[in-house]
């Protein structure tokens, strides 16, 4: 049984579970994430239990599984999603963790990171007062600046949540 079924099941109806998906992946793509990778972000999000295996998102979504594949391979590299093994199986399952807006956040994070290394070796070597070291400068001033915020941002975040689920 399908996620959706089950949603159907627990008094959802399946057609407005799979209109939820592929709205909300259609939000991820116009905000820059490919389309397979959305699909299937959305579909975990939306079920119960936040697990699917690659034949149920396969059978709910319509697409192959080397699709689930590639998309569960890029929902981990940048931590939306995980994988685990069924107990007693070779069947992965997909799941959707609560915090993964943080993860992903954080995630971006050590991304910054890097970015903020290469581009102070930028200003080095193109010269901090040319216009090309400029420009390199204020994106760097820009990504720390940033940096700070989410860094900040978390730490409210994590006190919001401890604080409403008290």
């Known amino acids: 049984m399908t996620d959706a079924v089950g949603a159907a099941g627990a008094g959802r109806d399946p057609e407005a579970v799979s209109a939820f998906v592929e709205h909300f992946a259609a939000q991820l793509v116009e905000a820059g994430m490919t389309r397979m990778p959305s699909r299937v972000f959305a579909a975990l999000l939306a079920s119960d239990t936040g697990t699917l295996t690659s034949a149920e998102l396969g059978e709910q979504l319509r697409i192959s599984p080397a699709a689930v594949s590639g998309a569960v391979r890029y929902l981990s590299q ?27 956040l954080t995630s971006r994070n050590a991304v910054i990171k890097r970015w903020e290394d290469a581009l102070r070796e930028g200003v080095t070597s193109l010269g901090a007062d040319t216009p090309a070291g400029r420009r390199l400068a204020e994106t760097l001033d820009f990504f ?10 978390m730490e409210r975040w994590r006190a919001y949540r401890d604080a409403k689920h008290r």
């Open 144 to 153: 720390e600046f940033i940096e700070r915020d989410v860094a900040e941002m």
């Open 78 to 104: 940048v931590h939306m999603v995980s994988r685990e093994r069924e107990p007693g199986s070779r069947r992965e399952r997909y799941r959707v963790h609560s915090d993964q807006w943080y993860e992903a």
